[in-house]
């Protein structure tokens, strides 16, 4: 079971069904990957400006994005090494609300679709996946869709 510690940035305030919806899905995503027992995460609501100081910073890349995935452990096997029964702290997600408005709006979906989605593929990000080879996003979005099937939310852009 997840716990998320969330802090907000932005004017914008973080809805309880949001944070519902967040909860069900890196949980969905957990249960997926076999990770089991307690597990910590912070999501972090940033404006485009934090997030683009945020993302040349750590990846030298001076642009705005939709959302950046800070792992503490580089590969799964190294969670599952991790004792079940002491909280596991996987990392932090940063998410740009309002990058993923612009988003949502072009593949016609809510902005709270959006950021469950972000959620979701930053968790993947924390668990070890990468989408940098072709291989690794067919597996890394493989497992996207299985865990949006999980949820119930197929209707994902992805």
């Known amino acids: 079971m997840i716990s998320i510690d969330y802090i907000n940035h932005t004017e914008k305030e973080i809805s309880e069904d949001l944070q519902e919806r967040l909860k069900r899905a890196l949980d969905a995503g957990l249960e997926l990957e076999s990770v089991h027992g307690p597990v910590e995460v912070t999501i972090t ?4 400006s934090e997030i683009r100081k945020m993302n040349d910073e750590y990846r030298g890349v001076d642009s705005v994005t939709d959302v ?4 503490v452990y580089t590969a799964l096997e190294e969670i599952w090494e991790y004792p ?9 997600i940063v998410i740009n609300p309002e990058r993923a408005l612009e988003q949502a709006e072009e593949f016609g979906q809510s902005q709270d ?7 979701i593929h930053s968790l993947m990000h924390l668990l070890g996946y990468d989408h940098m080879m072709e291989d690794e996003k067919s597996i890394m979005r ?9 949820i119930g939310a197929e209707e994902f852009r992805i």
């Open 45 to 48: 609501f940033v404006n485009p």
């Open 68 to 71: 950046l995935s800070f792992p």
């Open 84 to 92: 079940e029964e002491l909280p596991l702290l996987i990392g932090d």
């Open 113 to 119: 679709d959006e950021i469950e989605y972000l959620a």
């Open 142 to 150: 493989d497992h996207e869709k299985q865990v949006l099937r999980k």
